[in-house]
């Protein structure tokens, strides 16, 4: 099977910065994308960035220029690098990844469970 393990959410003040780190690991032969979503109280899960593994990032319009995505392909990572925090930034964040397993000619979206980042002061 395939894991996905977020770390680095927490409690951080407006106009902080907080990293988040997301590892795969498991029966991987390869990743395509790899990316970040959050859902907030009340609120549907929205996408904030995504990286393909040529490169090519996607951010959502409320993140541009505040946030970076970035991956370590050699140690199945994604990165989320959040500064200038706002409190509308508060949700739980979750990582994801478009693997293809050994042996397996398809690619299968993994989740983290996720990892809560709180923007307060």
């Known amino acids: 099977q395939v894991q996905l393990v977020e770390s680095g959410g927490g409690l951080v003040q407006p106009g902080g910065s907080l990293r988040l780190s997301c590892v795969a690991s498991?029966?991987?032969?390869?990743?395509?994308?790899m990316g970040w979503y959050r859902q907030a109280p009340g609120k549907e899960r929205e996408l904030v960035a995504t990286?393909?593994?040529?490169?090519?990032?996607k951010y959502a319009d409320s993140v541009e220029r505040r946030f970076t995505i970035s991956r370590d392909n050699a140690k199945n990572t994604v990165y989320l690098q959040m500064n200038s925090l706002k409190r509308e930034d508060t949700a739980v964040y979750y990582c994801?990844?478009?693997?293809?397993?050994?042996?397996?000619?398809?690619?299968?979206?993994?989740w983290g469970q996720g990892t809560q980042v709180t923007v307060s002061s």
């Open positions: 994801n990844a478009d693997v293809t397993r050994i042996g397996v000619s398809f690619s299968i979206r993994y």
């Open positions: 498991g029966n991987i032969a390869s990743i395509n994308a």
């Open positions: 990286q393909s593994n040529g490169g090519t990032t």
